[in-house]
């Protein structure tokens, strides 16, 4: 990949959005909840965001960015630092 500012990956949302689920998930969507590889359906709704999916066997919606920020590093570090005192 180029580095061209004009490239939609950096100035259309969903375009860039497709680009991060390219690179996710090469193989398709992963369910988080389950780990079901390509069995998610896409919502596609007026008031959805783009990159919502529903996984089809455990029924649970997932997005494209969910456990990006979901490390719960920071609570382990105080629930740690509880326990000792
Ligand atoms: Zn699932």
Request: charged share 25%; proline share 8%.
């Amino acid at each position: 990949m180029t580095c061209d500012l004009t490239n939609p990956i950096f100035t259309d949302e969903e375009a860039a959005g497709k680009h991060f689920e390219s690179l996710r998930w090469p193989d398709g969507p992963i369910c988080p909840h389950c780990g079901t590889v390509n069995e998610a359906t896409e919502f596609k709704g007026e008031s959805t965001r783009p990159g919502l999916y529903k996984c089809r066997p455990c029924q649970k919606p997932f997005t494209r960015h969910h456990g990006h920020a979901t490390t719960n590093i920071g609570g382990k570090e105080k629930n740690k630092h509880l326990g000792k005192a």
